[in-house]
């Protein structure tokens, strides 16, 4: 059974997500498990931050995070344990790792709009935020640990409604009083920092090409990481699988079509147009077609440092052509005659056209 839909099981789209805050300073839309119940061990988040604009120091205690910049100009803090302060900026094509638990925030610089894609390794994260946990203790509390009297805490605007049902609010979205203070040392490479778009493309074909943030290249990824991933209008993701690696996508630019086949049988095939996401469990056979005029770019975040992957095309010439007609009960005179292929290509030439 084939089911064909603008959506599906495995889609949805991040422009219309879950809003988390949204204000004249900007927005944050995310889809997680609550969303998109498919989702295992990846969710996503878009934050838009208008000039002036910051998401608030916080940090998530069960994930990691991989942010890629859409647009903008923002700095990035982030306090590790141990004490370990960097502050950095990103700008277009530029991503930044945080790690869980870590504070960070992301502040709007410049005098355009800063648009970011977040991925967490989580299908559910959790976030504190640093203001809100503040109205968690007491005046006297936070005198102590800063060694201030009672009454000059009290001067902080903060929520100390600690009972249910009134938590401490958490301002994710803020303004900026006055102008951005930037550190020298943020312009300077930081570890925490990838310049993806600046790398040469690991892959390259006439087709498309691939850009990759993953271990190899970035020695600050664990549990993550990303492709860039263009295809023109006449190419094609080849069909595959990612042995032990689940595949979150986004959507940048451009329309595609995507056909997943289930554990049942059942294939689900859907197309995707800017703006919206998709999620591949680990193993489950998949493939992208370009089916716009325009070239497309998806950003693909993965839950492995460095993802395999095992494509349709190697895939036929690791057997002999016995072994091929056994398996598609074909007669060995009727197989196609498959192009020996030892290593797979990624990106492969429509010739025929879309079905």
């Not at 994710?172 to 300077?188: I, M, N, Q, S």
Request: aromatic share 10%.
């Amino acid at each position: 059974m084939t089911t064909t839909s603008m959506r599906s099981s495995h889609t949805a789209s991040l422009l219309d997500g879950e809003i988390v805050e949204e204000s004249a300073l900007g927005s944050i839309r995310r889809i997680t498990a609550d969303n998109l119940p498919i989702l295992k061990g990846l969710s996503i988040k878009r934050v838009v931050l208008n000039p002036g604009a910051m998401r608030t120091p916080h940090w998530h205690a069960n994930a990691n995070e991989l942010t890629y910049c859409i647009s903008g100009t923002a700095l990035v803090s982030i306090l590790d344990d141990g004490s370990r302060f960097a502050t950095f900026v990103v700008t277009a094509g530029q991503m930044f790792h945080a790690a869980s638990g870590s504070l960070h925030h992301i502040e709007n610089i410049g005098t355009d709009v800063a648009e970011f894609i977040i991925a967490f390794r989580d299908e559910r994260p959790e976030d504190f935020g640093f203001g809100a946990t503040l109205g968690a203790f007491s005046d006297a509390v936070l005198g102590n640990t800063y060694d201030l009297p009672a009454s000059d805490m009290a001067k902080i605007r903060r929520d100390t409604s600690t009972l249910p049902p009134n938590p401490p609010a958490d301002r994710k979205l803020a303004a900026r009083v006055g102008d951005p203070v930037v550190p020298t040392a943020a312009y300077f490479n930081d570890p925490h920092k990838f310049d993806i778009e600046a790398q040469a493309p690991g892959l390259n074909y006439v087709s498309g090409s691939a850009r990759f943030a993953r271990d190899q290249y970035w020695p600050a990824l664990e549990d993550m990481s990303m492709y860039s991933l263009r295809v023109t209008e006449d190419g094609m993701r080849e069909p595959h699988w990612h042995p032990v690696t689940a595949e979150m996508g986004y959507v940048q630019q451009g329309d595609a079509r995507m056909t997943v086949m289930n554990p049942d049988g059942t294939l689900d095939t859907w197309t995707m147009t800017t703006g919206e996401m998709y999620f591949i469990p680990r193993a489950y056979p998949h493939h992208i077609e370009n089916i716009g005029t325009d070239e497309w770019h998806f950003l693909i975040f993965f839950d492995q440092s460095f993802p395999a992957d095992i494509g349709y095309r190697a895939s036929a010439s690791a057997y002999s052509r016995e072994v091929l007609a056994a398996a598609f009960d074909t007669h060995i005179d009727d197989l196609p005659n498959f192009p020996f292929t030892p290593a797979d290509p990624l990106i492969v030439k429509r010739t025929n056209p879309v079905d």
